[in-house]
């Protein structure tokens, strides 16, 4: 009997050796390459601008949709309630408005928003290609 | 007594549990991880008086039919490029004033012609055209 043949479950975990091993390869790519964090909602349609700007780190998101509903953090508001929403205290909110939105459901947003110093507010905006 | 100071037994963990748990950690960052580099852009909202020493800002109107027009003094004919915007404002504060039924993008796409042609814009409250 060949005794480099093992038998029972020292057997199966080493056929599972290889597989543990892409695993964890797989596992390293994803916590290495991979960045966790808030991403807008995939019904929203970013509008465009060609710029070398920053990756954008979102600590608030602030949702216009097309058809002109706000979302707080994807918890849909109603525009008078944003003021109390957003609080009194210094916060850095990022719109995500869809490109279609109107100019006046936008202002509706920026209305509440305009005269606090306080808000960092910036625009998520899409790839342009 | 004597069995306390016999030397432990090493004892060969299975890989069947190293695995799973393995396994659950590669879910939750194939599910949570993002490779998508989001960008923001700054918008600096025009506040409610932008009268400036420079006298009123020069405002550049657009419209939903994608016509760029610039109220200084009087109503400009559409433009099409920054520098006539520019040469229009003749070095006032430029406003950006879209039509309430305007798009974002088309908004966007404003800024972004004036952005590359190095004029600083900010955004203004929007417009009604009259009789809509």
Same mark, same amino acid.
């Given at each position: 009997?060949?005794?480099?043949?093992?038998?029972?479950?020292?057997?199966?975990?080493?056929?599972? /050796?290889? @597989?543990? %091993?892409?695993?964890?390869?797989?596992?390293?790519?994803?916590?290495?390459?991979?960045?966790?964090?808030?991403?807008?909602?995939?019904? /929203?349609?970013?509008?465009?601008?060609?710029?070398?700007?920053?990756?954008?780190?979102?600590?608030?998101?602030?949702?216009?949709?097309?058809? *002109?509903?706000?979302?707080?953090?994807?918890?849909?508001?109603?525009?008078?309630?944003?003021?109390?929403? +957003? *609080?009194?205290?210094? /916060?850095?909110? $990022?719109?995500?408005?869809?490109?279609? =939105?109107?100019?006046?459901? @936008?202002?509706?947003? !920026?209305?509440?928003?305009?005269?606090?110093?306080?808000?960092?507010?910036? @625009?998520?905006?899409?790839?342009?290609? | 007594?004597?069995?306390?100071?016999?030397?432990?037994?090493?004892?060969? /963990?299975?890989? $069947?549990? !190293?695995?799973? +748990?393995?396994?659950?950690?590669?879910?939750?960052?194939?599910?949570?991880?993002?490779?998508?580099?989001?960008?923001?852009?700054?918008?600096?909202?025009?506040? =409610?008086?932008?009268?400036?020493?420079?006298?009123?800002? =020069? @405002? +550049?109107?657009?419209? =939903?039919?994608?016509? #760029?027009?610039?109220?200084?003094?009087?109503?400009?004919?559409?433009?099409?490029?920054?520098?006539? #915007?520019?040469?229009?404002?003749?070095?006032?504060?430029?406003?950006?004033?879209?039509?309430?039924?305007?798009?974002?993008?088309? #908004?966007?796409?404003?800024? %972004?012609?004036?952005?590359?042609?190095?004029?600083?814009?900010?955004?203004?409250?929007?417009?009604?055209?009259?009789?809509?």
């Amino acid at each position: 009997m060949n005794p480099l043949l093992k038998h029972g479950s020292t057997a199966s975990d080493d056929n599972m /050796i290889p @597989l543990i %091993n892409i695993v964890f390869l797989l596992l390293i790519f994803f916590m290495v390459a991979g960045q966790i964090q808030k991403r807008p909602d995939e019904s /929203i349609e970013l509008p465009t601008y060609q710029t070398d700007a920053n990756d954008a780190v979102i600590e608030k998101m602030l949702t216009l949709t097309s058809d *002109g509903r706000v979302r707080m953090n994807n918890e849909e508001v109603a525009v008078s309630e944003l003021a109390s929403m +957003v *609080g009194r205290s210094a /916060i850095s909110l $990022t719109l995500v408005a869809d490109k279609n =939105a109107t100019a006046k459901q @936008l202002e509706s947003v !920026l209305s509440v928003l305009r005269g606090r110093d306080d808000i960092s507010l910036s @625009l998520l905006i899409g790839d342009d290609s | 007594m004597d069995a306390l100071f016999l030397p432990r037994r090493s004892k060969k /963990i299975s890989l $069947t549990a !190293l695995i799973d +748990v393995v396994f659950i950690l590669l879910m939750f960052f194939m599910l949570t991880s993002s490779f998508t580099h989001w960008q923001s852009l700054s918008l600096p909202s025009a506040s =409610a008086s932008t009268t400036t020493q420079d006298g009123p800002p =020069a @405002l +550049v109107l657009v419209y =939903a039919s994608n016509d #760029i027009r610039v109220l200084t003094d009087h109503l400009s004919e559409p433009v099409d490029s920054a520098q006539a #915007i520019a040469a229009l404002s003749n070095g006032r504060k430029i406003v950006i004033s879209a039509e309430e039924n305007a798009s974002v993008q088309q #908004i966007l796409s404003v800024m %972004n012609i004036l952005d590359h042609a190095g004029v600083e814009s900010t955004l203004g409250q929007p417009f009604q055209l009259e009789g809509k």
